[in-house]
């Protein structure tokens, strides 16, 4: 069994490869730090999970391509490109060229990534998508413009790939994120990678949010109440 890790960093892609790797997946690790990818490799082989490095920019679809095309089929894909945009502008500031920064990586990225490993799994009636973004792709926050835009966009993708290719034995999982990644929150890395799991296993639902959305609005309230 093979997992691609897409965005792979030292946070939520290390805890889902340490994760999956702990029931026998094989992992292969994408983002485009060749160092760090190399660092994150070595520490997931001295824990005893098997792991590749295959750098390549998400924006760039060639390099995806080639690197996706590098990995070979994979029975899980875990695409974690909602955050890779250079800049964060808040609604009134989108323009379209920092609208475009999110898209590319969060949606076309991702479409990248499903375009190369999703016939292999149609052809075999097996798999699974998994994909990671921000609560802004389900609840609208000012700050984050482009980004809800941009992670809005790939929500939508992901949930209606759900209804295509479910029947098709492929199975859809989205996680958006509404709590600090760190240790202790209910979206800590691990919990992440645990939600990941659940939704490859269990696949009797297409998206679970970590956190609360209601501490989510009321802490944007009261940072809006005291900007004003």
Do not use: C
């Not at 990534?113 to 921000?134: C, D, E, I, K, Q």
């Not at 700050?143 to 835009?149: A, C, E, S, V």
């Not at 290719?165 to 209910?186: D, K, L, T």
């Amino acid at each position: 069994m093979k997992i691609a890790v897409i965005g792979a960093g030292p946070g939520i892609g290390l805890a889902v490869a340490r994760r999956f790797g702990r029931e026998g997946f094989s992992v292969a690790l994408t983002a485009r730090d060749a160092t760090r990818l190399a660092s994150l490799v070595a520490a997931l082989g001295e824990e005893g999970v098997p792991a590749s490095a295959h750098p390549a920019d998400l924006t760039d679809p060639t390099a995806l391509s080639a690197a996706l095309d590098g990995i070979g089929p994979v029975d899980v894909l875990v695409y974690n490109g909602g955050g890779t945009a250079r800049s964060r502008t808040s609604a009134l500031g989108v323009t379209p060229e920092s609208a475009q920064d999110a898209f590319d990586g969060a949606v076309l990225g991702a479409v990248t990534a499903v375009r190369a490993v999703l016939p292999g799994m149609l052809s075999r009636g097996s798999g699974t998508l998994l994909f990671t973004s921000g609560i802004s792709a389900v609840h609208p926050i000012d700050f984050l413009g482009n980004i809800g835009i941009a992670v809005a966009g790939l929500r939508n993708y992901a949930l209606a790939l759900a209804q295509a290719v479910g029947p098709r034995g492929v199975h859809v999982g989205h996680v958006p994120i509404a709590a600090a990644v760190a240790p202790g929150s209910p979206a800590s890395p691990e919990a992440v990678a645990e939600t990941h799991w659940r939704l490859h296993t269990d696949r009797d639902r297409h998206e679970v949010i970590l956190g609360d959305l209601a501490t989510v609005q009321a802490a944007i309230a009261q940072l809006t109440s005291s900007d004003s």
